[in-house]
C-alpha cells in the first residue's frame, strides 16, 4: 500500500495541505483593493457553478425513494437540526467569556449546517452500511439546509444578541438557490456528462472552497483579524469541536439501538448525522457574515471539518473490518454442516 493510501486511511487528506496553504499564502499576499474584488467575483461565480452541479447531479427519484425509510430520516434531520445546534448553542455561551465573539458566533454557526454530502456516503460504505439510504439523507439534509440553515443562524444569532440581515437570505437564494434549481431543470441534458466525469464537481467543489478561504482569510489579514486570535483561543475551539463531535456521535449510537435500527441503518444515522459540510458551510457563512470577520467565524467549522474526517475514517474502517468478519463467520456457519 503507498504512502498516500495509508494516509487516507486513517483520515488525512491531502486537501487539507491546500488548505493550510491557502491560508499561509492569504497571510503574506492578501487579496487587497481591486484584487480582493477580483477574488470575491471569482469566488461567486464558482459557487453557483458548485451548486449547479449538485442540482444537476442529484437523483431526486432516488431521493424519494430512500424517503420511505421515514424513521432514519428523522433521526438524521433531528441530530443534524435539532441536536446539533442546541449542543453547539450551549458550548458556544459557556465558552463566551472566554472566546472572541466571532469564534463563538462560528461555533453556532458550525452546528445549524447541513451534513456533507461525499464524505458522508462514503464513509457509510466504507462501514458496510445502507448506502442508498446515506445518499438519500444527505441529499436532503443539504436540500433543507439551503433554507433552515439562514433561519436557524437568525434565531440562534438573534437569542446572543447578534442578527442577519434579510438582503444575506436572498443572497443565499441568488447564489446557491437558483443555481440548484437551474442544475435540477437541466439534469436530463447534462446529468449523464457529470455522472461520467465525478472528477469535474470534485474540482470545482475544492477550487471554490479554497477561493473563499482566501478571500476571507486576506479579508482577515488586512483587517487586523488575526492579531486578536491567540494559542488559547485556538485550543479552546478544538476542545470545543471535540466534545461536540463526541457528544453528537455517542447520541447517535444509542439512538440508533433505542430506535431499533438495523445494524446498516445505524450507520446512515451514525456518518450522516454527525457530520458537518465545509462545502456548504463556507459559501453561505461569506454571504451571511459579509462584513463581518468571516476568516474567524468560519476557523471553528475548518476545524471541525478536519477533526471529523480523521475520526469518521477510522471508526468506519473498524465497522467495515467488523461487518466483514461476521459475514465470514456466518458463511462458515452455514456451510459447517454441509462440510460435516
Excluded at 477550487?207 to 486570535?229: D, E, M, N, R, T
Amino acid at each position: 500500500m503507498s504512502l498516500g493510501a495509508r494516509l487516507r486511511r486513517i483520515g488525512f487528506d491531502f486537501y487539507l495541505v491546500l488548505l493550510v496553504g491557502t491560508v499561509v499564502l492569504a497571510t503574506v499576499f492578501p487579496a487587497r483593493g481591486v484584487g480582493a474584488e477580483v477574488v470575491s467575483h471569482v469566488a461567486f461565480y464558482a459557487v453557483a457553478l458548485l451548486f449547479f452541479l449538485y442540482g444537476a447531479k442529484l437523483n431526486t427519484s432516488a431521493v424519494l425513494a430512500g424517503m420511505a425509510n421515514w424513521r432514519l430520516q428523522t433521526l438524521v434531520f433531528g441530530f443534524t437540526y435539532l441536536a446539533f445546534p442546541l449542543l453547539g448553542l450551549l458550548i458556544a455561551t459557556l465558552l463566551s467569556p472566554w472566546l472572541q465573539p466571532e469564534l463563538v458566533t462560528g461555533i453556532i454557526y458550525l452546528s445549524v449546517l447541513p451534513s456533507t454530502v461525499q464524505s458522508s456516503i462514503a464513509f457509510t460504505s466504507i462501514a458496510r452500511g445502507n448506502v442508498p439510504a446515506a445518499v438519500c439523507a444527505a441529499s436532503v439534509s443539504n436540500m433543507i439546509g439551503v433554507f433552515l440553515t439562514p433561519a436557524l443562524v437568525a434565531l440562534l444569532l438573534q437569542a446572543t444578541g447578534e442578527g442577519v440581515s434579510a438582503d444575506a437570505i436572498f443572497d443565499i437564494g441568488i447564489q446557491i438557490l437558483l443555481p440548484f434549481i437551474a442544475g435540477q431543470i437541466a439534469r436530463p441534458l447534462v446529468g449523464g456528462f457529470i455522472g461520467r466525469h465525478p472528477r469535474l464537481t470534485q474540482v470545482v467543489d475544492r477550487g471554490s472552497i479554497l477561493i473563499i478561504v482566501y478571500s476571507a482569510f486576506s479579508a482577515g489579514v488586512v483587517a487586523g483579524i488575526w492579531q486578536q486570535v491567540n494559542l488559547a483561543s485556538l485550543i479552546i475551539v478544538m476542545a470545543a469541536n471535540v466534545a461536540l463531535l463526541g457528544f453528537i456521535m455517542i447520541s447517535a449510537r444509542f439512538a440508533g439501538r433505542a430506535a431499533d435500527l438495523d445494524r446498516a441503518d445505524r450507520m446512515v444515522l451514525f456518518f450522516c448525522g454527525s457530520k458537518k459540510s465545509l462545502a456548504s458551510g463556507l459559501p453561505m457563512a461569506n454571504i451571511l457574515f459579509a462584513g463581518q470577520a468571516v476568516s474567524l467565524i468560519i476557523l471553528p467549522l475548518m476545524l471541525f471539518h478536519q477533526i471529523q474526517l480523521f475520526v469518521c475514517a477510522i471508526i468506519a474502517q473498524r465497522e467495515g473490518h467488523r461487518a466483514d468478519e461476521r459475514d465470514r463467520a456466518a458463511a462458515a456457519a452455514a456451510t459447517s454442516p454441509q462440510s460435516a
